[in-house]
């Protein structure tokens, strides 16, 4: 399984990480003061480390191994592909097999007449596809002035300046003059934090209806489209209220706007349908997709848009765009690999049938431990929100995301790979997880919340805000 097993020591390769490699999303002063952990080798849901200790991987990578890890077909299609054709482009008037044949497939398996893919190598590239193809779309109707696209504050659409402006992410928009004009946040559907009084369909409603103030406010003819996630990932799995989509669909068929599901988490299964637009009935004209699209193998996502988008775009001549990696044969064998293995192996529809409302009964009693307010499912994305106080809701007095950061760390010591945004827990484990599997991790996660309950208490901890 572990073709790098003759790897230096753990210490050699932490010190040449620190000395050497700039990390996504990390101080490196702190990172460099506790040594990075290396990952050595994985295989289904479980990862090693380089000295040697397995861990399950709650977390499918960064949401993104959907068929697990270690699939050998999945190599021997990119080592065959390398073979055949490493690499040419889809610029000029040329296209290649790998490219012909995902296309084909996307639109197979994407849901109404989401027949086209633009492909990029991520989410971010999709979603900077997708800023300029809708106000490209806008001026081909003879509507350039609508320009301006909504997204919701604790959205995430990726790291790129476009992607970044796209999400709306506090931190992000520190830093590097983000957001860029013509992109407005309206709030996000999270009931736990933010509901106040509210019941969380009232709440779910109100939410809804900031995407129809906001339309109204700006005018409808400034508006080129909206864009979020069916779930929120990286904000928190942020399951929204059952009231929350229906409306929203509702409001973007009332006015004349374009609705991007951004699906880099959502697709490929992890909700229990293919996609998430499924899971809630949405009606989108441009989905995003990256992550679970190659399950992780190979770097690759896109822009999948209806017949009616691409028509549109066809009647303006050239579109400008593309990135040297537009459908890269290797990435693109690779997906199509994934799919085939995913769709022949039912692994959406077993996870939907069996590990899913598994895995939704024992999250759900969670709930029940002392640190725990609410516990969410929709899928596999799941998270649990650490209190002081249930019955209030409360916040710690704590900085926010201490609690969240220890309870992560006991996680790690248990051999689970639970990740914390702010006091929040979230998981998302592969699809083929199975029962005892999920048994382990349930029984890892309950012990890191002892742990981390028992902490708090010895350190005085348990205080609200
Ligand atoms: C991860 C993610 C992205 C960004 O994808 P990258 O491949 O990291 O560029 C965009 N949107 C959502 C919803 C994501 O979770």
Redesign the pocket.
Known sequence: MNIRANHAPTAELQALDAAHHLHPFSDSRNLAKRGVRVITGADGVWLTDSDGVDMIDAMSG??CVNIGHGRRELADAAHAQMLQLSYYNTFFMTSHPAVIELSAKLAELAPGTLNHTFFAS????A?DTNIRLVRHYWAAKGKPEKQVIISRKNG?????VG?GSLGGMAAMHKQGGLPIPGIVHIDQPDWWSEGGDMSSEEFGLARARQLEAKIDELGEDKVAAFIA?PVQ??GGVIVPPETYWPEVRRICAERDILFIA?E??TGFGRTGRMFGVETYELAPDII?I??GLSSGYA?I?GSVVTDEVAETLADAGDFNHGYTYSGHPVACAVALENLRIMTEEKIVEEAAADAMPYLAEKWGQLVDHPLVGEAKIKGFMASIALTPDKAARAKFASPEGTVGLRCRDRCFSNGLVMRHVKDRMIIAPPLVINREEIDTLIERAVKSLDETHAALEADGMMVSA
């Open positions: 960064l949401w991520g989410g971010s590239e979603n995430y659409h990726g790291s790129t992607g996630e990932g990286a951004d880099v988490i995003t990256a992550k770097p996502g």
